[in-house]
T-cell receptor, first 114, second 109 residues
Framework: EADIYQTPRYLVIGTGKKITLECSQTMGHDKMYWYQQDPGMELHLIHYSYGVNSTEKGDLSSESTVSRIRTEHFPLTLESARPSHTSQYLC?????????????FGEGSRLTVL | GQNIDQPTEMTATEGAIVQINCTYQ??????LFWYQQHAGEAPTFLSY??LDGLEEKGRFSSFLSRSKGYSYLLLKELQMKDSASYLCAVLDSNYQLIWGAGTKLIIKP
């Protein structure tokens, strides 16, 4: 069973607010990812990390930032939320070599920006 | 551009067999994944194919043809709990995952 946790599960906030979505995994995985998923649509990679102090942007520019100070923790921050940021955010981790390992996903954080 | 195509929605009957197809056009290929995602939940891993052929895992099997850019997920002895979205994803030459939009499978009694 995967041990990857996201908080909050649901969040409703006003435009312009700063928010941080938390993601923690207890599996010791080096690789961690943030995806954005709208209903019925494909997952879009926002950020990823291959280890401590390593972060990269994905194919979707979401005006967010991430940090990887500890192996188990990979928070995502939106400095100024907008209605276009309303979506589901999924965190995942993997221990695969060259990304061929399976991804373990958290339960997701559903964000609504008013 | 890179593209993954799968049917938007399929309907099948409990106890039957269903095949969900996935075609892809990507810059390079380092494997293909299938994930299951129940409504409101996170995706969970089903299978990984990197060589041509059929991989069987219980009621689920996954097939790959690299020359045709084609895969399918075969579900046998369908159960109501198999109602979910099935996501196809391909690892490209940069080891980036390219995701399809998913196929919503509806199982009817």
């Amino acid at each position: 069973e995967a041990d990857i946790y996201q908080t909050p599960r649901y969040l409703v906030i006003g435009t312009g607010k700063k928010i941080t979505l938390e993601c923690s995994q207890t599996m010791g995985h080096d690789k961690m990812y943030w995806y954005q998923q709208d209903p019925g649509m494909e997952l879009h990679l926002i950020h990823y990390s291959y280890g401590v102090n390593s972060t990269e942007k994905g194919d979707l520019s979401s005006e967010s930032t991430v940090s990887r100070i500890r192996t188990e923790h990979f928070p995502l921050t939106l400095e100024s939320a907008r209605p276009s940021h309303t979506s589901q955010y999924l965190c995942a981790s993997s221990d695969g070599v060259g990304d061929t390992g399976e991804l373990f996903f958290g339960e997701g954080s559903r964000l609504t920006v008013l | 551009g890179q593209n993954i195509d799968q049917p938007t929605e399929m309907t099948a009957t409990e106890g039957a067999i269903v095949q969900i197809n996935c075609t892809y056009q990507t810059s390079g290929f380092n494997g293909l994944f299938w994930y299951q995602q129940h409504a409101g939940e996170a995706p969970t891993f089903l299978s990984y194919n990197v060589l041509d052929g059929l991989e069987e895992k219980g009621r689920f099997s996954s097939f790959l043809s690299r020359s045709k850019g084609y895969s399918y997920l075969l579900l046998k002895e369908l159960q109501m709990k198999d109602s979910a979205s099935y996501l196809c994803a391909v690892l490209d030459s940069n080891y980036q995952l390219i995701w399809g939009a998913g196929t919503k499978l509806i199982i009817k009694p």
